[in-house]
Each structure stands twice: as C-alpha cells, then as structure tokens.
C-alpha cells in the first residue's frame, strides 16, 4: 500500500459529461501529480500542484483541471467528455523526507471509461 | 528536456531463465532513474531508484539496474525469472531535485513461461 488513496475507483459516463477524480496524498507529501494512462498515448503527465500552488503543466487538455486544498488533496476535473478520455488516471504524490530524489508513490487509479 | 527510450516493447523468457529488459535515457543534467512495475490491473509500483550513490543498484523481488552513464543506460535484469514478475516495466527518468513531473517509457511487457 502506498498510502496514496484515489477515488472512485471506476467511473462510466457518456460524452459531453463532466466528471471528478479525488485524490488524497501519502501523509507528509506536499506535491501531488496526475498522470494518464491510455493504450495510444502510454504514460503521460497531466499536471502538478505543490502544496496547493500549480508547479507543473503538461498534456493537460484545456478541458482538464485541477486544484489542491488545504488539507492537500486534489481533484481532477474532467469535463465535455469525448471517447477519447476513456483511460487509467493515476495521482501520484511526493515531497516527504526523500523527496530530493524524487521518488513518487502512486495511488491504484480510477478507471474511465466514456461511452 | 529527459526522455527515456525502451528498446523492447515485449520480452518474454522461460520461468528460471534471466530477464533483461533494456533502457536508454536523454538527460541534459544528472538524472534521477527509476523502474516502476505494473501488474495487470493495478497500480504502479517502484522496484528501484538510481540517485548517484551507486552504479548497481538494488530492487525489491531480486531486480537489479546498472547505470552507465558512458552508454546512457539503465538495464534492469534479474538472474532468475519468476512466474509472478510476468508484469508491464516502466523505464523513468526525472530531474534530480525532487518535486518534478517524471517522464515514462512506452514500457516493455514481460511474459514468463512455465
């Protein structure tokens, strides 16, 4: 267990729906990022927030965002959803005692899946 | 910018038999190296980290990783293959630092065959 907890675990919807992926980081962590996995595109960053500021921006599409609160959990909102988005989104958080070689501890993801 | 290339989309190797699966890195400064592993249907989990404290470096479950800095490298093998490592393995390279976005290979798919 990696002590990075996401939420829902599976989510189906249609297109043109608009949808919330919840996070919460391991305990002590102040960077959470998200990373989307698709069969097409592999792997990739989506965003990263540092104790609820935005540090990082990567294939974000403009209809993602994202925020991190207080408490230092995150949400990705995905919105106007097309086929396309259907993929594994992972949230992964860093910034503890070894955060200066950057290792990143990942939640098991939610699933997407659009119809 | 850092990119890291997996020479192998699939391996595959008899149980017993050792697993080499290949990794190249781009890095304009010293990066740090990892290999992450995925099971089917799960999450990602680290098996080994490269931090310029030593070449070899040592994983969970047997894994091993050499980094060659000549050859811009990352091997990861293992002497014995197990049936249980059968899994996708992700190469990823990052800025050493800390608190920066990690960059993924495509991965490379290892079946073990009993």
């Known amino acids: 267990d990696s002590g990075v907890t996401q939420t829902p675990k599976h989510l189906i919807t249609a297109t043109g729906q608009r949808v919330t992926l919840r996070c919460s980081p391991r305990s002590g962590d102040l960077s959470v990022y998200w990373y989307q996995q698709s069969l097409d595109q592999g792997l990739q960053f989506l965003i990263q927030?540092?104790?609820?500021?935005?540090?990082a921006k990567g294939n974000i599409l403009e209809r993602f965002s994202a925020q991190q609160f207080p408490d230092l959990h995150s949400e990705l909102n995905l919105s106007s959803l097309e086929l396309g988005d259907s993929a594994l989104y992972f949230c992964?958080?860093?910034?503890?005692?070894?955060?200066?070689?950057?290792?990143?501890?990942f939640g098991p993801g939610t699933r997407l899946t659009v119809l | 910018a850092q990119s890291v290339t997996q020479l192998d989309s699939h391996v595959s190797v008899s149980e017993g038999t050792p697993v080499l699966l290949r990794c190249n890195y781009s890095s304009s400064y010293s990066p740090s190296l990892f290999w992450y592993v995925q099971h089917p249907n799960k999450g990602l989990q680290l098996l080994l980290k490269y931090t310029s404290a030593a070449t070899l470096v040592k994983g969970i479950n047997g894994f091993e990783a050499e980094f060659k800095k000549s050859e811009t490298s990352f091997h990861l093998t293992k002497p014995s293959a197990h049936m249980s490592d059968a899994a996708e393995y992700f190469c990823v390279v990052s800025a050493v630092g800390g608190n920066t976005p990690l960059v993924f290979g495509k991965g490379t798919r290892l079946s073990v065959i009993a």
């Open positions: 927030y540092y104790n609820g500021e935005e540090r």
């Open positions: 992964a958080s860093s910034g503890g005692w070894d955060h200066i070689y950057n290792e990143q501890f």
